[in-house]
């Protein structure tokens, strides 16, 4: 993750309230998992719209234009399903059904970026929250209890390196779901 002078790293999440932060961080199976990798700090949880990665001053107020105006709708959105991505090797906590309203979210955001010139990302959506990086192995099967989350916006974020080892998120702005 590499910046670049005059420009910033940004993406677009849904960012959880420290209630919900709680809430997962006390899941029960998810505390008896000794082989976790590098655990993401609980600050920096959150699930990913779309990544811009380094944005000048300019493509940034067309974006932040671009996400004021869209009219998405509020949503529950369960999150009962850990996960885990071997090749990135990603432990993660996602919803096994993605409301209709997410999804829509997403392609209006993507369809929004096209307008700035970004580019749309090819790969379907999978919405999740990362919880550890470097994961060498899948952790064995844990039943977890489903944590209900009420979507009601969404944020522009930057990833500012931190000197010790990894990065912090800052939300530069938010939008309310109707």
């Known amino acids: 993750m590499e910046r670049v002078e005059g420009q910033q790293r940004l993406f677009f999440a849904l960012w959880p309230d420290n209630g919900l932060r709680q809430a997962i961080a006390s899941l029960q199976g998810l505390r008896n998992v000794k082989d976790f990798g590098r655990r993401i700090p609980l600050d920096n949880i959150h699930i990913t719209l779309a990544f811009l990665g380094n944005v000048d001053k300019a493509r940034k107020e067309c974006i932040a234009h671009e996400a004021g105006s869209m009219h998405g709708r509020s949503f529950k959105l369960v999150l009962d399903r850990l996960g885990y991505w071997s090749r990135p090797q990603i432990l ?54 489903p944590v209900t989350w009420d979507v009601k916006r969404y944020s522009l974020m930057e990833s500012l390196p931190v000197l010790t080892r990894g990065v912090n998120y800052q939300e530069l702005a938010c939008w309310e779901l109707s």
């Open 92 to 145: 993660w906590l996602g919803p096994s059904h993605i409301p209709h309203e997410l999804e829509s979210l997403s392609e209006m955001m993507n369809a929004r970026l096209l307008k700035c010139g970004m580019t749309s990302e090819e790969r379907p959506y999978k919405p999740h929250l990362t919880l550890a990086r470097n994961v060498k192995k899948p952790p064995p099967r844990i039943k977890i209890e």
